[in-house]
Nanobody
């Protein structure tokens, strides 16, 4: 069973930074596309950023200047560096793995709250 465990969320003031981590307990991590999504209260879950097994990254247009996704295959971990945070970034952030044979797994989420 694949487990994705997010960490690094919390309360931060506007303009601050946070780094989220997602540790995956699966041998298919290195050949999987990893993504970060977020869901704010009353809104749909949206893609924040993704990184393929080959390291190709993609971002939501509105976030690419402030957020950076990266991965460490040796540690089975994907990261999301978030800078210049805004109150609108407040959401639950979820880690996602998409792998072979339509594998699609989610973490439990980590809360990020940005105060003004």
């Amino acid at each position: 069973q694949v487990q994705l465990v997010e960490s690094g969320g919390g309360l931060v003031q506007a303009g601050g930074s946070l780094r989220l981590s997602c540790a995956a307990s699966t041998s298919i991590f290195s050949i999987s596309t990893m993504g970060w999504y977020r869901q704010a209260p009353g809104k749909q879950r949206e893609l924040v950023a993704a990184i393929t097994s080959g390291g190709r990254t993609s971002y939501a247009d509105s976030l690419k200047e402030r957020f950076t996704i990266s991965r460490d295959n040796a540690k089975n971990t994907v990261y999301l560096q978030m800078n210049s945070l805004k109150p609108d970034d407040t959401a639950v952030y979820y880690c996602n793995l998409k792998g072979i044979f339509r594998a699609d797994y989610w973490g439990q989420g980590t809360q990020v709250t940005v105060s003004s």
